[in-house]
């Protein structure tokens, strides 16, 4: 029996004497889907440089390739998000579709791209230049048509809107013309097509951003309708914000549209998922897991383009500490929990939670892996690929083709 036999068939009797139902948890976490993201595979870097990796992708197809080999190796990443002008160069989409599909990956999020042209230097909605407006609102319509072609369900918008110095902008003029922009991009939705308005704390605005916090992105929704959701971006907060509160009050409303996962010690780092703060993680997945039914529209994506690690292996890291957190969330003993809380036991209530945190779920997660017929370590399988070698062989390193780099 190997030795990640042995440890599952201990871990699956432990839990199962916690109250755990492992068959349940293992569908749960088998059926889990992450989605990566195009620009993750290609060069990225710093405020200050774009550094090169051998292999970085730069095509659509070299990022679907990139995409795919993450599937083929976690079982968990069948979609990827794109951004529009850096993927899609005109009417390429039904070759890119086609050619995601012969790859056993699909187009995700549809990712327009607002803060790229140089007519966007004083906002995009918020410009107080009507032409502006009108180009960025036709290019989120255009995009809703690839969307469309691709059969994507998301509209995913971050706007770099905001100011750098007190009176640059007029605060409520901009919330308006934000407001009635975003209207008219609603007004085209198809159905089934979910918009998902992104918020940032700062960032190129460091006065104030338009979209700064999740009451504002919620507002916004708001005012357009009920395919209108927010996306929570785990960088995008000030230091210490309750990331987990937030995401049970929008999953409560019925507004929680889905994530952008990452990892940040100061600001909007993109490092990998779980490098700085795995609890916070797990804790976000708890209230994911009570919410049941009220989170099966969540859309679960990463965001990350990391610029020192290899991109591949990053990425993996990244999927493999998101299944982490959740098969760790899944062995909480919630009944015991909600009597704690009931009862006003605050060591025994917190105790449920560390207790599962504590839990080294990976015999479980390997165990999973091997029941959907996978190497039960990703990582080391992405290693033995030689994939990596045959990327650099052929990619070698190239100036990067756009992108957040
Ligand atoms: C940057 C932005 C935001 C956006 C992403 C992809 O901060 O997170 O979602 O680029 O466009 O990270
Ligand atoms: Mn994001
Ligand atoms: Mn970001």
Not at 21 to 28: N, Q, S
Not at 98 to 111: F, R, T
Not at 231 to 254: C, K, T
Request: glycine share 8%; hydrophobic share 40%.
């Amino acid at each position: 029996m190997s030795h990640c036999q042995q440890a599952y068939d201990l871990l699956a009797a432990q839990l199962t004497d916690r109250g755990v139902d492992v068959e349940a948890v293992k569908a749960k976490l088998k059926a889990q889907h992450i989605e990566t993201p195009s620009w993750g595979y290609a060069d990225s870097g710093t405020r200050f440089k774009t550094f090169k990796q051998a292999g970085a992708a730069i095509t659509i197809e070299e990022k679907l390739a990139d995409a795919a080999m993450v599937h083929k190796v976690t079982g968990v990443c069948p979609t990827v998000a794109v951004h529009v002008l850096w993927d899609f160069k005109g009417d390429n989409i039904s070759d890119v579709c086609a050619y995601a599909d012969s790859l056993g990956v699909k187009i995700g999020a549809i990712n327009p791209t607002l803060f790229q042209e140089d007519c966007y230097l004083g906002g995009s909605i918020t410009n107080v230049d009507p032409k502006v407006r009108r180009h960025v609102v036709q290019h989120m319509l255009d995009s809703i048509e690839i969307g469309k072609q691709a059969g994507s369900d998301l509209l995913s918008l971050w706007f770099a809107d905001g100011t750098n110095y007190p009176g640059q902008g007029d605060f409520r003029a901009r919330k308006h013309w934000a407001t009635e922009c975003l209207q008219e991009v609603y007004a085209a939705l198809p159905p089934g097509m979910r918009m998902l308005v992104e918020y940032k704390l700062f960032e190129p605005g460091f006065y104030h951003t338009d979209i700064a916090d999740w009451g504002m992105a919620y507002v916004l929704c708001q005012h357009c309708g009920p395919q209108a959701e927010v996306l929570v971006d785990l960088g995008h907060h000030a230091r210490g914000v309750n990331i987990e509160h937030i995401v049970s009050f929008l999953l409560d409303e019925g507004r929680l549209g889905g994530f952008h996962f990452n990892d940040a010690r100061y600001a909007d780092d993109d490092l990998t998922t779980g490098s700085v703060n795995p609890y916070q993680v797990f804790l976000i997945y708890c209230e994911l897991v009570k919410a049941g039914e009220l989170a099966r529209n969540v859309a679960y994506m990463i965001d990350q383009s990391h610029g020192e690690k290899p991109k591949l292996e990053a990425m993996i890291q990244t999927v493999m500490s998101i299944q982490t957190a959740y098969a760790k969330a899944l062995c909480v003993d919630y009944q015991r929990l909600a009597e704690a809380q009931a009862s006003g036991n605050i060591v025994d209530a917190e105790n449920t939670l560390i207790r599962a945190f504590n839990t080294d779920v990976e015999p479980l997660l390997c165990q999973v892996r091997v029941e959907m017929g996978l190497d039960p370590d990703p990582l080391a399988a992405y290693r033995a690929s030689g994939y990596q070698a045959r990327i650099e062989a052929e990619r070698g390193i190239r100036e990067s083709g756009g992108g957040l780099g």
